[in-house]
């Protein structure tokens, strides 16, 4: 007895997430940051197979050479060869940076979460996260550094500090305006508990923004990393990340500026590849934008 | 007449507001004030008012949405004012409610079916294998195919998500349904085919149903009997035709005259209702509608009206008795 006609005929219905996706590669800019991102993935990964040399053999020999075929990149102050130790920087940086995105997407949807949907707790939590969001993030990240110490974790731990209260803010926004929707609603008047309305109606709905916040936290703690290496307070020196090797190229920069160019443009194209696919991301979720692509 | 299902006796409902850390919540928004309102099994009561008049808060107090300030709520005979979420997990499948915006009402994210299925997997309802077969059932009730199951809300039209949300109610199999301003979102077209479905679905299963509306015209079409509210009390309550014919309240007036007229030969000016409502944080003294009501005299802003029969079935609370 349907006397309804069904939009259309279409055999498959794509979920939302899908559709979104499809138009998130149509726009140029978001497909080539997709390649790029891609690229230092494949680097980073497969460093240990197809990176040319070993990021620790020196050739003074050869120091301070200029690009050339056999090193792409040149090599630095000890004869390395500063392609090879890219690839291990991007290693590193991108550790960082999804540890930082898992660890500060974790907590901060949780506290997020929490503060939306459990009024009482929201004006401690919240003030909370406002107190540590006016340090400056490098700040913050200093001070968290000095007081942790120098290993992968700890840049991890304290990295995840100061980015949990963005991620934190955006899930507690989210959460505000969705639990406002009558479908929250309706699972509660059909007798759902708590914890079923937040995995089953209010995380999936989340998903998306954090999604986009994650990506900015991924480019803000690959930028935060290397400024906390370059400073000397990140991981230590001898390991090849893409800040400390801007630090120690700083006083040979007059001569191999492809010294400090490597690894610098490693961070620029890394960082922006992940803002436009951050903003594509936005973009593709807004509804008020949605018509224009 | 059937036996009471829904007794709703002086219930309050009171928000805090304004407030945070330091001010503190001082002033109360009486968004209903001591409604009394009962609902026979099988009956269809129309409850109308302006945006802002607590209807639908009225609803949610009765379905325990939310907890009543003070007042008592009574659910088949029982008392449910003050019952926790797990103790009212069983009466969730005696009472549901049908939303108005048929946008935000379903979650995005899930397939019709799992909407629609929500219900069974709360209440351990059926077995997983024969679920299926109960949602595709549900769905041919209010009209929509099968196949509807496996598609995502965003394929729908407004009128076809109502049909979701009224299916996702029926679910469980309700003896009592809160429907608030129903097809209000939707297209008039569309309006009366939902609105016919919902009456169907009402007489066939013996529905009890309090529904919500701003919009006179539809009340009058569904209800059996209607309670007329205006700022968080309650005006007039009378037999859905009654109202019609022999209105006793200065607002139910006021409401009445301006519903449009369709008959260009009986077309009259549209009575306009002068002034706008007033804030509930302030409401005026004695009665609350007297800023609005050319009737008022002096006593309106020292009496508070109470509800008074005034001929079997037909209550109004106005102190004048001299004018309609």
Same mark, same amino acid.
């Given at each position: 007895?349907?006397?309804?006609?069904?939009?259309?005929?279409?055999?498959?219905?794509?979920?939302?997430?899908?559709?979104?996706?499809?138009?998130?590669?149509?726009?140029?800019?978001?497909?080539?940051?997709?390649?790029?991102?891609?690229?230092?993935?494949?680097?980073?990964?497969?460093?240990?197979? /197809?990176?040319?040399?070993?990021?620790?053999?020196?050739?003074?020999?050869?120091?301070?050479?200029?690009?050339?075929?056999?090193?792409?990149?040149?090599?630095?102050?000890?004869?390395?060869?500063?392609?090879?130790?890219? !690839? #291990?920087?991007?290693?590193?940086?991108?550790?960082?940076?999804?540890?930082?995105?898992?660890?500060?997407?974790?907590?901060?949807?949780?506290?997020?979460?929490?503060?939306? #949907?459990?009024?009482?707790?929201?004006?401690?939590?919240?003030?909370?996260?406002?107190?540590?969001?006016?340090?400056?993030?490098?700040?913050?990240? /200093?001070?968290?550094?000095?007081?942790?110490?120098?290993?992968?974790?700890?840049?991890?731990?304290?990295?995840?500090?100061?980015?949990?209260?963005?991620?934190?803010?955006?899930?507690?926004?989210?959460?505000?305006?969705?639990?406002?929707?009558?479908?929250?609603?309706?699972?509660?008047?059909?007798?759902?508990?708590?914890?079923?309305?937040?995995?089953?109606?209010?995380?999936?709905?989340?998903?998306? +923004?954090?999604?986009?916040?994650?990506?900015?936290?991924?480019?803000?703690?690959?930028?935060?990393?290397?400024?906390?290496?370059?400073?000397?307070?990140?991981?230590?020196?001898?390991? +090849?990340?893409?800040?400390?090797?801007?630090?120690?190229?700083?006083? #040979?920069?007059?001569?191999?500026?492809?010294?400090?160019?490597?690894?610098?443009?490693?961070?620029?194209?890394?960082?922006?590849?992940?803002?436009?696919?951050?903003?594509?991301?936005?973009?593709?979720?807004?509804?008020?934008?949605?018509?224009?692509? | 007449?059937?036996?009471?299902?829904?007794?709703?006796?002086?219930?309050?409902?009171?928000?805090?507001?304004?407030?945070?850390?330091?001010?503190?919540?001082?002033?109360?928004?009486?968004?209903?004030?001591?409604?009394?309102?009962?609902?026979?099994?099988?009956?269809?009561?129309?409850?109308?008012?302006?945006?802002?008049?607590?209807?639908?808060?009225?609803?949610?107090?009765?379905?325990?949405?939310?907890?009543?300030?003070? *007042?008592?709520?009574?659910?088949?005979?029982?008392?449910?004012? $003050?019952?926790?979420? +797990?103790?009212?997990?069983?009466?969730?499948?005696? !009472?549901?409610?049908?939303?108005?915006?048929?946008?935000?009402?379903?979650?995005?994210?899930?397939?019709?079916?799992?909407?629609?299925?929500?219900?069974?997997?709360?209440?351990?309802?059926?077995?997983?294998?024969?679920?299926?077969?109960?949602?595709?059932?549900?769905? *041919?009730?209010?009209?929509?195919?099968?196949?509807?199951?496996?598609? #995502?809300?965003?394929?729908?039209?407004?009128?076809?998500?109502?049909?979701?949300? /009224?299916?996702?109610?029926?679910?469980?199999?309700?003896?009592?349904?809160?429907?608030?301003?129903?097809?209000?979102?939707?297209?008039?077209?569309?309006?009366?085919?939902?609105?016919?479905?919902?009456?169907?679905?009402?007489?066939?299963?013996?529905?009890?149903?309090?529904?919500?509306? $701003?919009?006179?015209?539809?009340?009058?079409?569904?209800?059996?009997?209607?309670?007329?509210?205006?700022?968080?009390?309650?005006?007039?309550?009378?037999?859905?035709?009654?109202?019609?014919?022999?209105?006793? $309240?200065?607002?139910?007036?006021?409401?009445?005259?301006?519903?449009?007229?369709?008959?260009?030969?009986?077309?009259?000016?549209?009575?306009?209702?002068?002034?706008?409502?007033?804030?509930?944080?302030?409401? +005026?003294?004695?009665?609350?509608?007297?800023?609005?009501?050319?009737?008022?005299?002096?006593?309106?802003?020292?009496?508070?009206?109470?509800?008074?029969?005034?001929?079997?079935? $037909?209550?109004?609370?106005?102190?004048?008795?001299?004018?309609?």
């Amino acid at each position: 007895m349907s006397d309804v006609a069904l939009p259309n005929a279409r055999t498959r219905s794509a979920s939302p997430l899908l559709l979104l996706l499809g138009r998130l590669v149509r726009r140029r800019l978001v497909l080539i940051s997709l390649f790029i991102l891609l690229i230092m993935l494949v680097a980073a990964v497969g460093a240990s197979w /197809i990176a040319p040399y070993s990021p620790r053999r020196m050739d003074i020999a050869h120091r301070l050479a200029a690009p050339s075929a056999a090193h792409w990149f040149g090599t630095d102050e000890f004869g390395r060869d500063v392609l090879t130790r890219c !690839m #291990y920087g991007a290693q590193l940086s991108l550790t960082v940076g999804f540890l930082v995105v898992i660890a500060s997407l974790t907590c901060g949807t949780v506290l997020g979460v929490v503060s939306g #949907y459990v009024r009482q707790l929201d004006g401690l939590l919240m003030r909370i996260t406002d107190a540590l969001m006016a340090f400056p993030d490098i700040l913050l990240a /200093i001070a968290l550094m000095a007081a942790l110490g120098a290993s992968l974790t700890d840049v991890v731990i304290a990295l995840g500090t100061v980015y949990t209260p963005r991620v934190a803010r955006v899930a507690r926004g989210a959460t505000l305006v969705l639990r406002e929707l009558q479908f929250i609603e309706a699972a509660e008047a059909l007798g759902a508990s708590g914890r079923r309305v937040i995995v089953v109606h209010l995380l999936p709905n989340l998903a998306s +923004p954090l999604l986009v916040q994650g990506t900015f936290v991924f480019a803000f703690s690959i930028l935060t990393e290397a400024a906390l290496s370059f400073l000397g307070a990140g991981v230590p020196p001898t390991s +090849p990340t893409w800040g400390n090797m801007i630090a120690s190229a700083q006083e #040979y920069m007059q001569n191999a500026s492809w010294l400090i160019l490597a690894p610098g443009l490693c961070i620029v194209l890394t960082v922006l590849a992940l803002q436009a696919v951050g903003d594509g991301l936005r973009d593709a979720l807004d509804p008020r934008l949605r018509r224009l692509t | 007449m059937n036996p009471v299902l829904v007794e709703a006796t002086d219930v309050t409902v009171s928000f805090p507001s304004g407030g945070g850390m330091l001010r503190g919540g001082r002033m109360a928004l009486r968004a209903v004030d001591r409604l009394n309102l009962s609902i026979a099994a099988g009956e269809v009561v129309g409850l109308v008012g302006e945006s802002g008049s607590g209807k639908t808060t009225a609803g949610r107090a009765v379905l325990r949405l939310l907890e009543p300030t003070s *007042g008592v709520i009574r659910f088949e005979g029982a008392d449910i004012t $003050h019952l926790d979420k +797990p103790a009212l997990r069983p009466l969730r499948r005696r !009472m549901q409610m049908i939303f108005q915006d048929p946008y935000s009402s379903l979650n995005p994210r899930l397939k019709v079916r799992d909407i629609v299925e929500e219900a069974f997997v709360i209440h351990g309802i059926g077995t997983r294998r024969d679920r299926p077969e109960r949602v595709a059932e549900l769905l *041919g009730r209010v009209g929509l195919p099968a196949e509807a199951m496996e598609r #995502y809300p965003h394929e729908f039209s407004g009128g076809q998500r109502q049909r979701i949300g /009224i299916a996702r109610a029926l679910a469980v199999e309700p003896v009592f349904v809160v429907a608030d301003e129903p097809v209000s979102a939707l297209d008039v077209s569309v309006q009366a085919q939902v609105l016919n479905l919902l009456l169907d679905l009402q007489r066939s299963l013996g529905l009890a149903m309090l529904f919500i509306a $701003h919009d006179l015209a539809v009340v009058q079409y569904v209800s059996d009997r209607v309670v007329v509210m205006y700022l968080g009390r309650v005006m007039e309550v009378a037999p859905a035709e009654a109202i019609y014919r022999r209105p006793m $309240h200065p607002y139910t007036v006021a409401l009445l005259e301006a519903v449009p007229e369709p008959d260009p030969a009986m077309r009259r000016p549209l009575a306009e209702l002068p002034g706008e409502m007033p804030s509930p944080f302030a409401p +005026p003294s004695g009665c609350v509608f007297r800023t609005r009501c050319r009737f008022a005299v002096a006593a309106c802003e020292r009496i508070e009206p109470v509800l008074v029969e005034v001929s079997p079935g $037909h209550s109004k609370a106005c102190i004048r008795d001299d004018i309609l």
